[in-house]
């Protein structure tokens, strides 16, 4: 009975959730949209299609996506239209009172080290009590994050622009359990598949007339991916009926699944079959693993995609595992560590010490040791959890 009241609790507070962020939508005129600093195609799609919906209610939206954008996506509604940097500042501004004294010219001269401003009386003249400066507001009214973790998850664009977050509110959307809940306003629903999946519900509760084929494509794909096209254990009836519901709006499945699993490149073969080769397993935390040395990425030819898809492949192909690790040497003392669980445990905090960020469900850390040791201390992080 507990159980059911706490489920009936967390669905009321959502509800009240989505009302509040309506409102603040409905305020705001001018909107940045942020995904983590490697954004998965869950938390691209996501976005993309919020920021479809929010410009067809004139808004004047921004969608920016910190890291390398994959071209992988790039058959996504209106991907050109994600920056991967922002440039946020305030302008400063010099005011001259013309109460007493009308402007005649206004020229100006700019020099090495100075900017020099002649304004020309028409009558009497300035005086310094006639001249005061401020600095503007910045621009966005509204900054909204889907899948961000963390603010720290957005990597050099948080330390460049905090003051972005202390001066706008802030609303964070989120379906994993990392979440820090850090903003004025969170939509963190564990209950959800994907970030794709609460923003269908968050338009639906807005205006589902607006939903269109585009919204549709980018809403479909997120959940596609995020589910595994729908193999996930997550996977719920409600996600199927979404999914439906946004087939007959115009997304086109099929060409979905596609293009996000049937286009690996031979590349990418390579080396899955190097990490096939490679694969061990610690049946008692029912793990499987694997590592490529920098030798074996150098010879398949694989890019840096390639390396980052090697855990979801290893989830899609091994499913009879539950814990997934993948240790990739990217250089000399430099190891890149991918991990990912079907299982309820908060891989982020096992991790905690090395830093690691969130991508989709996938954590990524980092290890400066050669990958012998990195592959020791990382299984030794892991066991003092699970066993």
Do not use: C
């Not at 790039?74 to 005011?95: A, C, G, H, M, Y």
């Not at 905090?349 to 690691?356: C, I, R, Y």
């Amino acid at each position: 009975m507990g159980y059911i009241k706490r489920i009936y609790i967390s669905k009321f507070m959502q509800q009240a959730d989505f009302i509040r962020i309506v409102d603040r939508l409905n305020q705001a005129s001018n909107i940045l949209i942020l995904t983590p600093h490697t954004a998965s195609a869950d938390d691209l799609a996501a976005s993309l299609a919020l920021r479809g919906f929010l410009t067809k209610l004139d808004k004047e939206t921004t969608l920016v996506s910190p890291g390398a954008l994959s071209e992988k996506y790039n058959f996504l509604p209106q991907f050109e239209q994600v920056r991967t940097d922002l440039q946020v500042s305030k302008n400063f501004i010099i005011d001259v009172s013309t109460k007493r004294v009308a402007i005649d010219e206004l020229s100006y001269k700019k020099e090495e080290d100075k900017l020099s401003i002649f304004i020309k009386p028409k009558n009497d003249q300035f005086t310094k009590d006639d001249v005061s400066v401020r600095t503007s507001d910045l621009p966005f009214d509204l900054v909204i994050l889907i899948g961000v973790s963390s603010l720290d998850s957005l990597g050099e664009f948080y330390s460049k622009n905090t003051e972005l977050f202390f001066e706008a509110p802030v609303v964070n959307i989120d379906y994993k359990s990392t979440n820090e809940n850090y903003g004025q306003f969170n939509l963190v629903d564990l209950s959800a598949t994907s970030n794709s999946e609460i923003i269908f519900d968050l338009i639906n509760s807005y205006e589902s007339s607006m939903l269109d084929a585009e919204i549709a494509t980018s809403l479909l794909t997120g959940i596609i991916a995020e589910t595994n096209s729908f193999q996930h254990s997550r996977t719920t009836p409600s996600t199927f009926l979404k999914a439906s519901q946004l087939v007959s709006l115009g997304a086109n499945q099929r060409e979905i699944i596609g293009r996000l699993f049937k286009t690996k490149t031979l590349s990418f073969l390579k080396l899955w079959g190097r990490v096939l080769a490679r694969l061990k397993q610690e049946p008692a935390m029912s793990l499987v693993y694997s590592v490529a040395n920098a030798s074996d990425i150098q010879k398949s030819g694989a890019a840096a995609e390639d390396v980052r898809q090697i855990i979801k492949e290893m989830s899609f192909q091994l499913s009879f595992a539950k814990i997934f690790l993948f240790l990739a040497e990217t250089s000399n003392h430099h190891i890149e560590v991918f991990a990912f669980s079907t299982v309820p445990l908060n891989l982020s905090q096992v991790f905690a010490s090395f830093k690691p960020e969130v991508i989709g469900s996938v954590v990524r850390f980092e290890v400066n040791a050669d990958l012998n040791q990195a592959e020791i201390e990382v299984l030794n992080k892991l066991k003092e959890t699970v066993l």
